[in-house]
Structure formats: structure tokens, C-alpha cells
């Protein structure tokens, strides 16, 4: 705001060289290349990093599962188990929810040896690839927190769904929140093959692609019922 409001002031040569030193900047942030040892086998489409209107989206929820917990929102625990180049940290603390835990480990090594972070939510934009949902769905059962889940559409016809959810009535209670816009996502450079990504949708946080319709698969439960979520979406608006 101050540069902008004493642009004017500028000579043309000083005008000059602040849009070459941002260009510069903007060119070396695009360019850069993300260099991430997974300690895990890992497919190539897997990484992408969710964008902020993704995280924007849900954010009343947070808010409001802070709410229902008596907490703060800032000491809301968040668990995001899978880790890409965790973009996720940044883009939640800026929401106002700092205490998030996403960190380049195995979630199964993790879970397989207890040690999962305590939380009060977990929220993730899982890999789809393999088995990944399955085993995910499964664990946020029998995990009995809330959960919201960053998926494509199509998951949610998938002969394992229901079973992982634990039955039919028990998927039931999963409500799923659509954006208006379809979501676009960020493949960090470096982190997939050149022939595998969009390079004319280039920008600071990779490559742009949106392959599949997606949306958050959530459940609030045993916290707030699918039922007295969706009262309260509605009376205040969202």
C-alpha cells in the first residue's frame, strides 16, 4: 500500500528498477524447484499441494469445531497425515490455525507404531492413488475424531466405501461440502515428471492441474452430528 500510494513520486528510473527487482523475484520463485527426500514410496500423481480456497472453504468449520471443543482456534490441533511439500502448515496458520502437524513421515509407520500426534481434528488432502483412501477411511473410523477429507467425487461410489466406513448407515453420516469453483491444485516443481505436468500453468506454487471434481468428505462426529451440522450451516448462512 505505501509503495503504491507513493508511486507517483518515483522517477521513471526508479519505476523502472522496482519492476525489474519484482519481476526477478517472481521469476525465481516460479522457477524454483522443491527438493523433498519422502521417506516413503511415493507415485508421482500423488503430489499435489491443495490451494488456499480449498482450506478458505472450510475454515467456519474449524471455526466452529474450535467452538464446540471450547478452544481457541489457534489451539485447535490439526493432523494431516500426509505430507507433500507441506504448503498446508502455511496456508491453515494464515486462517488463523496455527497448531498444525504435518510432517515428511510414513502415516502408516506412524500408525503401525503409535505414534499418532494427538489432535482434535484431521484434515487432509490424501494421495489417490493405490489403496491410500481405503486404508485412510478406515483409520478415521476407528480413529473417533472429526474429519475432513479433500477428495474427488468418485470415491464415493467405490465398492470399498461403505465397508471402510463402517457399513452403510455409518457412511450416511459423512455430508460432503462442494465449492462453487472447481478446486485447482499445485504440483510442486520438481516433485513430478516434466511430461506430467501443466508447464503453461506455471505460478510460485508449481504447476496448476485439476484432473477430477473434487470436495470435502467430512464427519463430525461423535463431536456434532451430521444432523446438527447441517442446522447449523444453515442458520448462519455459509
Known sequence: KKLKA????????????????????????????????HPFDANDDDHCETAPE??????????????????????????????CAGSVVKHLTELGFPQVYNKCEDFYDVVRDGRVPEHDVLLTNPPYSGDHVEQ???????????????MPNYFCAKDFYEEA???????????????????????PKGLRKRGKVQTQHAGAGGNRTSPFISFWFLDLDPLISAKALLRWWQENDQ
Request: hydrophobic share 45%; aromatic share 12%; with cysteine.
Open 6 to 37: 507513493g508511486w507517483k513520486g518515483f522517477s521513471k528510473k526508479e519505476r523502472a528498477a522496482i519492476v525489474e527487482c519484482d519481476q526477478k523475484k517472481m521469476n525465481a520463485s516460479v522457477s524454483a524447484v522443491v527438493s523433498i527426500e
Open 54 to 83: 480449498a482450506y478458505r472453504d472450510v475454515a467456519p468449520i474449524l471455526h466452529h469445531i474450535a467452538t464446540l471443543l471450547s478452544k481457541a482456534p489457534k489451539k485447535l490441533r490439526i493432523y494431516d497425515p500426509f505430507y
Open 136 to 150: 485412510l477411511l478406515r483409520f478415521c473410523r476407528s480413529n473417533g475424531k472429526p474429519f475432513l477429507l479433500l
Open 165 to 187: 466406513l463402517g457399513g452403510a448407515a455409518m457412511a450416511k453420516k459423512v455430508l460432503y461440502l462442494c465449492p462453487r469453483k472447481r478446486y485447482f491444485y499445485w504440483t
